[in-house]
């Protein structure tokens, strides 16, 4: 084997393990996650709508008002910014939404959430000291809406699209409360 080879071989034989060392001292890939990434999509005709987040789980915690403080504003699950992606304009409660990927942050409250779309995306939902990433100059949609009690909990926090009653809205549920964003195209 001639030395050119041999060379190419080794550089190879160290970016591989640098790539094996990293995934597993940095981003822990053969762990569980404590609050999995998860995706949620939704086609109908030629809209398509796309939600990434993390779930986190109750775990016999109080959620509301305790783990996610009142009147603060939330990342809206756990780890990376949570992100609202749409390939045409909506209508959100009269406010319009530019097609576009936006972060989704929300301010939980004992009767109502506001919800913010915003323009800007956040590798992370929270900086080091805690505190929300948010910046409310790239908000772009800022909505109210009403908190719905369940009569049973939600373990996992859940993020999903209903259309059941011909009226498309983004829902979200953990631990005894439940809210619908209306989306109209």
Not at 19 to 43: A, Q
Not at 174 to 184: E, S
């Amino acid at each position: 084997m001639n030395t050119f080879l041999k060379r190419i071989l080794i550089l190879l034989t160290i970016v591989a393990l640098g790539l094996f060392l990293y995934s597993i001292f940095v981003e822990n890939i053969f762990e569980k996650r404590l609050s999995p990434k998860d995706t949620v999509k939704f086609e109908l005709n030629d809209l398509k709508l796309k939600v990434f987040y993390n779930r986190p789980y109750k775990k016999g915690r109080e959620i509301f008002g305790a783990l996610v403080p009142f009147n603060q504003v939330w990342r809206t699950g756990a780890n990376e910014a949570t992100t609202f992606e749409t390939n045409q304009d909506l209508e959100i409660k009269g406010i319009p939404l530019p097609a576009g990927k936006y972060t989704l942050w929300t301010v939980p409250r004992d009767s109502t959430w506001t919800v913010l779309f915003n323009s800007k995306q956040y590798s992370w939902g929270v900086n080091s000291e805690m505190q929300p990433m948010w910046d409310p100059n790239y908000d772009v949609v800022d909505v109210e809406v009403p908190v719905k009690k369940l009569n049973s909990p939600v373990e996992q926090f859940t993020i999903a699209f209903d259309n059941s009653t011909d009226s498309l809205a983004l829902t979200m549920a953990w631990d005894d409360i439940k809210i619908a964003v209306p989306l109209n195209e």
